[in-house]
Structure formats: structure tokens, C-alpha cells
């Protein structure tokens, strides 16, 4: 039932032959049971970390305190993890040591949710000792173990019990739902990196109207005050989905009635990449500008942002601007790709002359030029058959005589 892919079926039988058990294990078969597509297989073994490099060749330490070294096999890793019991929790983020443990069902109880804590080999089947079939069936999110104990171990399982049910459209079991409004305020411990991982990948999930159980179960104020106060504006979840999964359309999608710069503090918050914090804000800042039926003021707004940022400005626009705007949008759209398709002159570089042209034609450089520059520019836009160097440099002599 379970198709493990051929590398890790060699790492697996590597391992076995040198006299260690090995598995795949947690998100893989959890995925492959549903029939998705495995991210990324995972491999537990009884080995210690010295003892897996020591079997291969080629190995990376990516988090040996942890028990975790990445094999490489033809160009692609695969993270094989000494079987391990977690130790105590110093303070609900790391634990504070790890032991390793020869026994694989120590190993599974440590795994946050039963749907998590399955492992599989070709050798041994199915190894499920806490019921994640079951739940897989009932489409329940069940922690493993007393929920109350597993959220304050570790508070971020509470955002990943949220995640996976976005991610897999399943409902929580009661007792860990009625864990996790308990243990938010565990939350504030958590560090804003991890937070934000989760967060991100319930935004980019099947249902990313989940966020709404965030709010619902007061996590919000313990990620942060402005996280908290971006709840308050409806997110209509329905609306959600018909944004790609795509990082910044689903966080602009999710803060796009945030003023631009309070958006900006809460990605930063989060520490989000630049790209993503530059294209939301984009995005938030002028989603609800409408846009003129009309060449030039759209080369305009193109001319302000990349091709690609603009294609997702006008979606965006459709998903969420007023249908008064619809057919005029629709216009926008075809104008657009005329613009593209043309290649009129929608960016400073794409001129027909240059700053350098302009000097080498004798004119004096300093802030006048950049004046010119951009009047010709305005000049391109407008009428994107001026843009041939002859007609350019005409026109600049007479800026330059206007502007004395
Ligand atoms: P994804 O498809 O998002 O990668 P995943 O289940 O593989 O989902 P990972 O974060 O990659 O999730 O973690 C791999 C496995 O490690 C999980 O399936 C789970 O068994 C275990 N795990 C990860 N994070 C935790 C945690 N905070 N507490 C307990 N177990 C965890
Ligand atoms: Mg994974």
C-alpha cells in the first residue's frame, strides 16, 4: 500500500544490513495512507547518528544534537533520525536533551498526533500503536497521549493541530480542541520563526479559513498584539481559496483591510522573507484602487511593478473588488496583455535612449537630467510609438529649453 521510493528503500535495507531497524515514518505515511504526495520521506532508525555516517558515504550533520544526519543519495537528501525520547521541556520550546533509545514505539510516542506517529517498512509492515488508521479514517487531529501534557511540552503543536486540519480538512477530536484554548497562552514562549512556518502553510492549505479557529480559540493575542487586532477584520474564508497558494496572495488575502504599514509590522513580526513583505504590501496597498480602462494608465500602474505582480494584482482584484468593477477589470485584463504583447515600453531600462545618451549629446548631467528622463518616460508611456531615439532626443532638447 505504501509506495516507498527507491532511495529510501536502500537506505533502509543499508541500514538493516549493518543490523539496525529502519523505517519511514510521520508525514510520509500519513500522506501516502491518504493518497497524497508525500513531501518528504523521513526514515527513524535505532542506529545512532556516528553509526549512520559511518554507513554512508555521503552525509551532512543537519541537527546531529537532535539525532539528525541527512544521506544523500543521488543529489537528494533524505534525513535519517535516530529513534529518540524527548527529554523534559524546559520551557515549552526545546527540549531540554534528547535520548536516544533502541525502541522504535518510544520513538512513535514522542510524535505529536497519532496520524504523525505511524512508521512503515517493506520488512515489517505498518508499525500503528496509537491508532492513526483510525484517525485517519475519522479524519480526526488526536495528540498522542494527554493533550493538556503534549501542548505544554511543546505549545506550537497546538498551530500544527490547526494546520494539518486545514491541510487535510479534518476536525480535531474533542479532547485535544478543548487542550488547545487551554494551553494558548503557552503560545507567547514560541518562537515567532516557528509560528510563522505554520501559519504560512495553513494560509497556503485547502481550507485556509481554518485561521478563523486561531482567533477563535484566543491564540491571537499571544502571537502578537497586531496579529491579534488583523483578527478582527472578517477574512471571509470562501473568498480564501480562489487565491492561488501562493505566499503573498494568501497572506495579502488574509490582510489586505490592514493599513499597508501595519501588514508590513506584522509579517516582519513574523519574520517573513522580503520578497513576500514587499509583495504584500503591494498587494494590500492597492488592491482596492480601480483601475482606468485605458492603455496608458495602465502602463502606468505596470510600469510600477513587475509583469508578474501585476498579473497577481488583477487577480487578486477579481477575487476581492466589487462587481461594479468586474467588467471594466476584465478590460483592464485584455489591455494588459495587448501591452505585453506589443512590448510597449513599460519600464525606465526598456527606453530608447539613455541617461549616457543624453550626456554624449551634450547635455549637462546632474538632477535636470533625471527631470528629463522621467518626462520622456511619462512621454513613452503615454504613446508608446514615441519611444525611437530620434523622437526622444528631440523631445529632450525642448525639456531642456522649457526647463531653461
Ligand atoms: P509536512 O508535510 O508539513 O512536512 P510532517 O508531518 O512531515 O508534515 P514535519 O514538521 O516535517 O511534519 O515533522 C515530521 C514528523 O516529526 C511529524 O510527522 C511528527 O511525527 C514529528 N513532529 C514534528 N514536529 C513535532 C512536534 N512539534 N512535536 C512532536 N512531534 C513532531
Ligand atoms: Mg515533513
Redesign the pocket.
Known amino acids: 500500500k505504501i509506495q516507498v521510493p527507491e532511495a529510501a528503500r536502500r537506505i533502509i535495507e543499508q541500514l538493516n544490513t549493518s543490523g539496525f531497524e529502519a523505517y519511514v515514518?510521520?508525514?510520509?505515511v500519513?500522506?501516502s495512507l491518504l493518497g497524497r504526495q508525500?513531501?518528504?520521506w523521513?526514515i527513524t532508525t535505532s542506529a545512532k547518528p556516528e553509526q549512520v555516517k559511518e554507513i554512508f558515504n555521503r552525509t551532512v550533520d543537519t541537527g546531529i544534537q537532535h539525532g539528525t544526519v541527512t544521506v544523500l543519495i543521488d543529489h537528494e537528501g533524505y534525513e535519517v533520525t535516530t529513534y529518540r525520547i524527548?527529554g523534559e521541556y524546559e520551557d515549552g520550546r526545546h527540549p531540554k536533551s534528547v535520548e536516544f533509545t533502541g525502541n522504535l514505539l518510544e520513538d512513535?510516542r514522542?510524535?505529536?498526533?497519532t496520524i504523525?506517529?505511524m512508521a512503515y517498512s517493506d520488512r515489517e509492515g505498518l508499525v500503528d500503536a496509537f491508532d492513526g488508521v483510525k484517525d485517519l479514517e475519522g479524519r480526526v487531529i488526536r495528540c498522542v497521549g494527554n493533550p493538556l501534557d503534549?501542548f505544554t511540552?511543546?505549545a506550537?503543536?497546538i498551530l500544527?493541530a490547526i494546520?494539518?486540519s486545514a491541510?487535510l480538512g479534518f476536525d480535531m477530536e474533542a479532547e485535544t480542541r478543548a487542550a488547545i484554548s487551554v494551553i494558548a497562552p503557552n503560545m507567547a514562549k514560541v518562537s515567532k520563526e516557528r509560528i510563522q512556518v505554520e501559519l504560512t502553510?495553513l494560509l497556503l492549505s485547502d481550507h485556509p479559513g481554518r485561521l478563523k479557529d486561531v482567533y477563535e480559540n484566543g491564540i491571537g493575542p499571544y502571537i502578537s498584539k497586531h496579529f491579534e487586532a488583523a483578527g478582527r477584520q472578517p477574512f471571509k474564508s470562501e473568498r480564501f481559496t480562489e487565491l492561488p497558494p501562493v505566499k503573498h496572495m494568501r497572506w495579502s488575502g488574509f490582510l489586505r483591510l490592514e493599513q499597508p504599514e501595519d501588514a508590513v509590522r506584522i509579517l516582519k513580526e513574523l519574520k517573513l522573507d522580503n520578497d513576500t513583505i514587499y509583495q504584500t504590501k503591494t498587494l494590500v496597498s492597492l488592491w482596492k484602487t480601480e483601475i482606468p480602462a485605458h492603455k496608458p494608465a495602465i502602463r502606468q500602474v505596470m510600469s510600477t511593478l513587475s509583469p508578474e505582480l501585476f498579473k497577481d494584482l488583477l487577480w487578486f482584484q477579481k477575487v476581492f473588488c466589487p462587481p461594479s468593477y468586474k467588467n471594466r477589470l476584465e478590460k483592464v485584463e485584455q489591455y494588459s496583455e495587448e501591452i505585453l504583447r506589443a512590448g510597449d515600453c513599460i519600464r525606465l531600462k526598456d527606453m530608447a535612449v539613455t541617461g549616457r545618451e543624453l550626456i554624449d549629446a551634450g547635455m549637462k548631467p546632474g538632477p535636470e537630467m533625471g527631470t528629463v528622463l522621467n518626462r520622456l518616460f511619462q512621454l513613452v508611456l503615454e504613446k508608446p510609438e514615441c519611444n525611437n531615439r530620434e523622437y526622444l532626443m528631440k523631445s529632450a532638447e525642448q525639456f531642456i529649453k522649457e526647463q531653461g
Open positions: 515514518v510521520g508525514g510520509c500519513r500522506d508525500p513531501e518528504d523521513d524527548d512513535l514522542r510524535r505529536d498526533f504523525n506517529a503534549r511540552e511543546d506550537l503543536r500544527r494546520r494539518f491541510q502553510k
